[in-house]
């Protein structure tokens, strides 16, 4: 079963990119209110983090549609006032429209994070240099070894009475001993890694990068679906015409703007739409077998 | 057909006097199996390293070595890349890539081949070594055994002619280390490539082993078929330790007729023989003081990963030597972590000379009381040099039975992996503690460090430290413990004087015993 981020690292990432692009670019409530639906729906059903993030949300949402009206204070229609300033009702409806367009943008980039694992992005970078690839594969397994040496050396420092956290001073001259040894440590076992390499050819000419995703065609048809539909949402953007201030004045209900949110809305829950229709399938194959 | 050929060689390091190689003369045969064995700083690193192009040591090298007829420094690094692979002794620091497959490419990425042709050796490999299943797995997160056969996997997808390992096994548990050797075996019938090998482990090498070369202080001592070099060795020879239990127990019972190599061999010659008795007294358990008691300890790293202590008790009394057997990764040092203090239980209790671990305040527990050696003797060091390291440890070092003097000018990390354990161990004993736990502590020395080792532990247990070790050497444990425990699944499985241990045991036991086996009691060393 080949689900939607399952394709290529590519075309993946190019997915978050429209997404996330025509969320953060478009003052569109509409845009915006499919947007935010859609980013909640995908991370419920395919990033697994509980109820926080959603709380965090909630809370963003709310503190970032009340800091609007209170430094901007442009507008008709005056609600009430506070300390002689007034609280406008567009200043509010802008407040919510841009809270939007930042929470939605969040659940895309915290979409986009998930679903890039280290591998997937190391393909990315590895189709622009090969070398930068390698690198960077290199650099997380440091970060790995390299704090869980840091645990074993304060260990060791502790269980021979050289380390003692009774006290902030002593805890600290701990720390930079465990720090030294840990810098003699990496640079010693460093050169180990380094003679590996240079045995396994490193250097020895033009390097090629082992690409573990194929481009299939199934890949290029995703590619030329999200571009349309992306055109196609922006075009729609582009037909509404819409003023915040100093009064409400929206026309949303353009043919050419339905069709666009139509587009958009089919391109934010296309990973839903993909992996049903891969389950569907599934479940047929399962039971003609 | 000869595919090293190695003639008059001599090597010597920068400013010194002394030559580290002198006058080698080797013929390495394509498709050969060769086992390079020797006391540490004999030369063997120095002579595999130099097989190798990219591996050799800066200093002054004298006569010649031939790889396929043509001079070993003509060759062209890709070429040298692909032709000749070299593994080293550190499972850890070898790898590159933070991901197996990435791991597995690496070689043939540096050669540039093309994509198709890495997918393919990559696969193929994979699947030859039964790496498939941890394919798409983080290097991080492997055993050691499994991180040095990825080692071994990653270097074959260059499909070299000749495979230089030295010692790989040396940080592996028995078990594992034997099945590494078998894969090398196992490489070596079926593809044909040659092997060169340098090992302290020469229970399951040597007797698979085509060819043995004996090197001493630089020069080639032996080099012969391993039981053609038995043969020609006496009781006295100090080339003894380096041949596997049944050809020590052959040569020194003074038997005629070819010299068994293997377990096997051993047994079919041994089957009834009486040797030495039973070596300790029992002593009951009831006049002995306990000096730990450890009662239903449970520990996990994480609320929801597995337990890696369920259950774990056991009681070490004062001045014995306590050893806690069993296979790399089985949570043996997690228990030695846990038992010293620095990782919490989350249930059951740790009692330190009968007072609870928690009642001993402001750092009282490592001053005096504990020490804990951990595997890697590195982590210990802070000093540039032997000798400030072990300041203020002049009672400890003035009762050696050996003199680390000669040392003191050296930096830690530049002398050998025994010598190393030996000072770290003097620097576990500064703070004078009446327990001392020590992890893995014969990993990787050779058989004379060891039993310099086992002497230390010994005098040690005599001026009445109590010594817990863990470790995966039986036959270390053999040597020097009073009782052993075998540490499966999260606890102690089976706890017994070492004789009785032993002699229970049919895979976790020596050699000596696996030979004799069921046909008498109290044979735990040769």
Same mark, same amino acid.
């Given at each position: 079963m080949r689900r939607f981020h399952d394709s290529n690292p590519a075309a993946v990432a190019l997915y978050y990119l429209c997404v996330t692009g025509v969320t953060m670019f478009s003052v569109n409530p509409v845009i915006i209110s499919i947007s935010l639906l859609a980013s909640v729906l995908n991370y419920c059903l395919y990033a697994e983090g509980g109820v926080k993030p959603h709380v965090f949300s909630a809370v963003l949402l709310i503190v970032l549609t009340a800091v609007n009206p209170l430094v901007n204070h442009n507008g008709m229609t005056v609600l009430f006032y506070l300390n002689d300033r007034p609280i406008t009702a567009e200043a509010c409806i802008y407040g919510l429209v841009t809270a939007g367009t930042v929470v939605a943008s969040l659940y895309w980039i915290r979409l986009f994070t998930k679903a890039m694992t280290s591998d997937r992005l190391l393909y990315l970078f590895g189709r622009l240099s090969p070398k930068l690839s390698l690198i960077l594969s290199m650099s997380i397994r440091y970060v790995e070894l390299l704090r869980g040496r840091w645990r074993r050396i304060r260990d060791t420092q502790r269980a021979l009475g050289l380390y003692d956290d009774g006290n902030p001073i002593d805890a600290l001259k701990g720390s930079a001993r465990v720090l030294s040894i840990l810098i003699t440590w990496a640079i010693e076992n460093g050169i180990i890694t380094a003679e590996s390499m240079e045995a396994r050819g490193y250097g020895t000419g033009r390097r090629m990068s082992f690409r573990m995703f194929r481009f299939r065609s199934s890949d290029a048809i995703l590619v030329i679906v999200f571009i349309a539909l992306t055109a196609l949402g922006v075009i729609g953007i582009g037909a509404a015409k819409i003023v915040y201030y100093p009064a409400i004045g929206m026309d949303l209900t353009e043919p050419v703007s339905i069709a666009g949110y139509g587009g958009f809305a089919v391109l934010s829950i296309l990973p839903v739409i993909i992996n049903t229709k891969e389950a569907v399938r599934w479940r047929y194959l399962r039971s003609a077998v | 057909m000869a595919l090293f050929e190695i003639s008059g060689l001599s090597f010597r390091y920068p400013k010194s006097e002394a030559y580290a190689l002198k006058d080698v003369d080797i013929v390495i045969g394509q498709g050969d199996f060769v086992t390079l064995v020797g006391p540490t700083g004999s030369g063997k690193s120095t002579l595999l390293r130099l097989l190798k192009p990219e591996m050799q040591f800066n200093g002054e090298i004298g006569g010649k070595i031939r790889f396929d007829g043509k001079p070993l420094h003509t060759l062209d690094a890709r070429e040298s890349a692909a032709r000749i692979s070299f593994v080293a002794q550190s499972p850890e620091e070898q790898i590159v890539t933070d991901k197996v497959w990435h791991e597995l490419a690496f070689t043939a990425e540096n050669l540039g081949m093309k994509q198709s042709e890495i997918a393919r050796r990559v696969a193929e490999t994979a699947a030859y070594f039964g790496i498939a299943p941890w394919y798409r797995q983080a290097t991080a997160q492997l055993s050691g055994g499994q991180k040095q056969l990825l080692n071994l996997a990653s270097v074959m997808v260059g499909e070299p002619d000749v495979l230089i390992l030295d010692e790989p096994t040396a940080q592996l548990d028995p078990i594992t280390a034997a099945r590494f050797i078998d894969t090398l075996y196992k490489l070596n019938r079926e593809t044909g490539v040659t092997v060169v090998i340098s090992e302290h482990r020469a229970e399951e090498l040597i007797p698979l082993c085509d060819r043995m070369i004996v090197l001493d202080k630089g020069c080639v001592v032996y080099d012969d078929a391993p039981r053609d070099i038995a043969d020609r060795l006496d009781k006295s020879s100090p080339y003894l330790p380096y041949l596997p239990q049944a050809a020590r127990m052959f040569i020194e019972s003074g038997k005629a007729g070819r010299c068994p190599l293997s377990v096997r061999e051993g047994r079919r010659i041994f089957g009834g023989t009486q040797t030495n008795e039973s070596k300790t007294a029992r002593r009951s358990e009831d006049d002995r003081t306990a000096a730990l008691e450890i009662m239903d300890v449970f520990f996990r790293y994480e609320k929801d990963a597995p337990d890696v202590l369920s259950g774990l008790s056991a009681t070490v009394y004062a001045g014995e030597i306590f050893a806690v057997l069993g296979a790399n990764g089985c949570g043996k040092s997690t228990a030695a972590a846990v038992i010293a203090g620095l990782k919490k239980p989350y249930s059951g209790k740790v009692k330190l000379f009968g007072r609870a671990l928690k009642e001993y305040k402001n750092g009282s527990l490592y001053k005096e009381n504990v020490s804990l050696l951990p595997q890697d003797a590195e982590s210990v060091f802070l000093r540039a040099s032997v000798k400030e390291e072990l300041e203020g440890c002049e009672e400890v070092l003035a009762k +050696?039975?050996?003199?680390?003097?000669? +040392?003191?000018?050296?930096h830690p990390y530049d002398i050998s992996g025994g010598e190393r354990q030996l000072v770290a161990l003097c620097r576990a004993l500064k703070s004078k503690p009446r327990l001392l736990i020590l992890d893995e502590p014969s990993k990787g020395l050779d058989p004379v460090s060891k039993r310099r080792l086992a002497e230390l532990l010994i005098q040690l247990k005599n001026s009445g430290v109590t010594v817990l070790m863990v470790s995966h050497d039986v036959e270390f444990a053999a040597v020097c413990a009073d009782r052993c425990a075998l540490f499966f699944d999260g606890a102690i499985a089976a706890c017994e004087e070492t004789d009785g241990f032993m002699n229970g045991n049919r895979y976790y036991t020596t050699a000596a015993v696996r030979i004799l086996r069921g046909r008498h009691e109290g044979a735990v060393v040769g």
């Open positions: - | +050696l039975p050996f003199d680390l003097s000669p +040392l003191f000018s050296r």
